[in-house]
T-cell receptor, first 112, second 117 residues
Framework: DSGVTQTPKHLITATGQRVTLRCSPR?????VYWYQQSLDQGLQFLIQYYNGEERAKGNILERFSAQQFPDLHSELNLSSLELGDSALYFCASSARWNTEAFFGQGTRLTVV | AQTVTQSQPEMSVQEAETVTLSCTYD???????LFWYKQPPSRQMILVIRQEAYKQQNATENRFSVNFQKAAKSFSLKISDSQLGDTAMYFC??????????????FGTGTLLAVQP
């Protein structure tokens, strides 16, 4: 158990809908990262938050947004969902810069 | 931009034997970290081993060791005494080091390793 908790584990929704994925980092970790794993794109970095502030953006679509709350949990919001958004979404956390990230078990999103 | 390449999509090894997974990367950075992550069928991403680029000594974690060749930008993973539980997808990953830098991971495409009984 990495200590990073993601909910839900599975999510099935229809095209055009909006969903929210939740992540609780390891106790004391200030950095949260979101990654997308899909068959065609592999594992891609989406966005990073550090102590409530956005730190870096990767290949994140405009339809996607995220935030980190004062208690350090994070949410990834995906809207106007398309079939191609079906993927495994990972959250990871780390204690400070330049340390390894610990991953949650992922949320499997299926858009039908 | 940094890139990570894993040229072996699939590999197979007999139980108790040794296998080496290849990874090359491209970067103009001098300070960085390299990682191997394991993703078993449970989908969990598990850190296997980590190497700091400034360290010449190759990292070792029990049955797992790396061969880090900085000049060649090569970072291979050796698994000794392979066990059935080693069956998984293995990802090589790069992370830039330094103040002001995000420590996002850049992943390779993965190598699916099957350990045969």
């Amino acid at each position: 158990d990495s200590g990073v908790t993601q909910t839900p584990k599975h999510l099935i929704t229809a095209t055009g809908q909006r969903v929210t994925l939740r992540c609780s980092p390891r106790s004391g970790d200030l950095s949260v990262y979101w990654y997308q794993q899909s068959l065609d794109q592999g594992l891609q970095f989406l966005i990073q938050y550090y102590n409530g502030e956005e730190r870096a953006k990767g290949n994140i679509l405009e339809r996607f947004s995220a935030q980190q709350f004062p208690d350090l949990h994070s949410e990834l919001n995906l809207s106007s969902l398309e079939l191609g958004d079906s993927a495994l979404y990972f959250c990871a956390s780390s204690a400070r810069w330049n340390t390894e990230a610990f991953f949650g078990q992922g949320t499997r999103l299926t858009v039908v | 931009a940094q890139t990570v390449t894993q040229s072996q999509p699939e590999m197979s090894v007999q139980e108790a034997e040794t296998v080496t997974l290849s990874c090359t990367y491209d970067t103009s950075e001098n300070n960085y970290y390299l990682f191997w992550y394991k993703q078993p069928p449970s989908r969990q991403m598990i850190l296997v081993i980590r190497q700091e680029a400034y360290k010449q000594q190759n990292a070792t974690e029990n049955r797992f060791s790396v061969n880090f060749q900085k000049a060649a930008k090569s970072f291979s993973l050796k698994i000794s005494d392979s066990q059935l539980g080693d069956t998984a997808m293995y990802f090589c990953a790069f992370m830039k080091h330094g103040g002001g830098a995000t420590n996002k991971l850049i992943f390779g495409t993965g190598t699916l390793l099957a350990v045969q009984p």
